[in-house]
């Protein structure tokens, strides 16, 4: 059991990697600062971080490897939020598809078009 768990655990870390790499290149069509580095050559898919800087002062960290998954959202060089496990991928999904919805115009780089609120779980909001 253990070792199909292991092996469908790498699967997940795999398919987050590529995804991650899809949304940065996404974000940066729409001149929103991202970036997405991977851990090892790039073939074996062991992990990836993900950075986005949505205005001055408000960003989201995405990492994700062998070791862990993580989300980390900072403003003014202060973390707001960090989520783990399956609440940091949920977090992901949900602020990747605000950013990448119609209705998110695109700005200026570095600006995003999202409003920060007070909410105990990601500070995201629809536009």
Known sequence: MFPRLAEQYRSVVHDLVMSLQALA???QDRN???TCYICGDGRDGHGASFV???DANHMVRFLVSDFGISWVESRDGHELVKLEGAEAIQELQRVAQVLQSPAASPKPRG???LSPT???KGAFTRP
Do not use: G, T, V
């Open 111 to 113: 600006e995003a078009s």
């Open 52 to 54: 986005a800087n949505l």
């Open 118 to 120: 007070a909410r105990p």
């Open 32 to 34: 929103i600062a991202a």
């Open 25 to 27: 290149k996404s974000l």
